[in-house]
């Protein structure tokens, strides 16, 4: 992984194929000397954020992000911040510019879960301290990286594997299809007519697909046909955050999408159900989402493993044996 230090996670496809590959194999990595079962000492185990702070900056409602960003920095030895919309000055009295700057002085890292993505790009503009990016209005990379280690865990090698998403086109699918055409996926994407995902990100999955030897992107407005012959079958919430007052019309125009029972069964046998969570019935049904086929719970746990991974620091690296040194 050597390079990655300091660098900002703002997109998947910012990353280049081994920095994404050095990041799954050290979220593996942290699991084996942090997880339960490892058979490392927790108090033993090295604290390479001792004395090193994170400032979490929560301009939305988080359960995973939160949680696994505070225990998995504490697990490191250093100190998360939680500062949402009320605890501090920014949009009411400051700039992000100006909390950039300031912040940067304080912390060693910044993660921001905001509404607009060019309040991301301008935070890493002007922050002097790696940025990660915790869910944008365009992209989730830190949701992309559990949900590939949940399918490599599940599959082993991804290459070849075809990931069908069905639903709303939004910043989950956005790093999800630029993640799995890094790492040799098939995508198909079904969603509703005025749900398309973004333009110049399906431009971008499409150049990917081509350089990693996959199919090319398949689109429909219809779930069945993304779903046929796929591996993995994917959905998240109908109604983002920031949506609310759309609900009404997005339940009515979704209906048809939802991932049930019958819907799986034009998958490939064998196939496996991801959803990023919070979940609502509307977009898959009980008995998928609590079924064997379901990864969605070590899907979440990952999410503690990745953001791990990825305040790693020049001062930690792991030995063949998979023990951690820092120094
Ligand atoms: N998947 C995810 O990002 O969940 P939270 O909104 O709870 O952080
Ligand atoms: N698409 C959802 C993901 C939540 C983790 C949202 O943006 O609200």
């Known amino acids: ?120 790009t301008e935070l890493a503009k002007y922050a002097t301290v790696p940025v990660i990016n915790a869910l944008s209005d365009m992209h989730h990379p830190l949701q992309t990286l559990a949900d590939l280690m949940a399918l490599e ?13 069905v639903g709303d086109g939004n910043n989950v699918l956005h790093d999800l299809m630029l993640g799995g055409a890094k790492l040799g996926m098939n995508i198909r994407i079904a969603t509703p007519k005025g749900y398309e995902e973004n333009a110049d990100v399906l431009a971008t999955t499409r150049k990917l697909a081509a350089e990693n030897g996959t199919e090319d992107v398949f689109r429909t407005t219809v779930a069945a046909e993304a779903v046929k012959g796929s591996d993995v079958v994917v959905t998240d919430t ?12 997005r339940v009515k125009e979704f209906d048809g999408y939802q991932v049930n029972a019958s819907l799986m069964k034009q998958a490939n046998p064998g196939a496996v159900f991801l959803h990023c969570l919070p979940r609502h019935p509307e977009e898959v049904s009980d008995e998928v989402f609590y079924s064997e086929q379901s990864l969605v719970f070590p899907e979440a746990e990952n999410r503690m493993w990745t953001v791990m991974a990825k305040p790693n620091m020049p001062n930690i690296f792991f030995t063949q044996e998979n023990f951690v040194l820092a120094f």
């Not at 865990?153 to 998403?165: E, Q, V, Y």
């Not at 109908?238 to 019309?249: R, T």
């Open 1 to 120: 992984l050597s390079g990655f230090e300091g660098k900002h996670l703002i997109s998947i496809d910012k990353l280049s194929n081994d920095e994404l590959r050095g990041l799954l194999d050290l979220s593996k990595k942290y699991r084996d000397v942090y997880g339960r079962g490892s058979s490392v000492d927790p108090i033993a185990a090295p604290k390479p954020l001792t004395g090193k702070s994170v400032s979490m900056i929560f301009q939305k409602r988080s359960t995973r992000t939160r949680v696994s960003t505070e225990t998995g920095t504490s697990l490191l030895g250093g100190h998360a911040l939680f500062l949402g919309p009320s605890d501090i000055q920014l949009g009411v009295n400051e700039s992000m510019r100006d909390t950039a700057s300031v912040l940067s002085r304080f912390n060693s890292i910044i993660l921001a879960r905001v509404f607009a993505h060019s309040d991301i």
């Open 153 to 165: 865990d599940h599959f082993g090698d991804l290459r070849g594997k075809t990931l069908a998403w």
């Open 238 to 249: 109908w109604v983002s955050m920031g949506q609310e007052a759309e609900y009404e019309k």
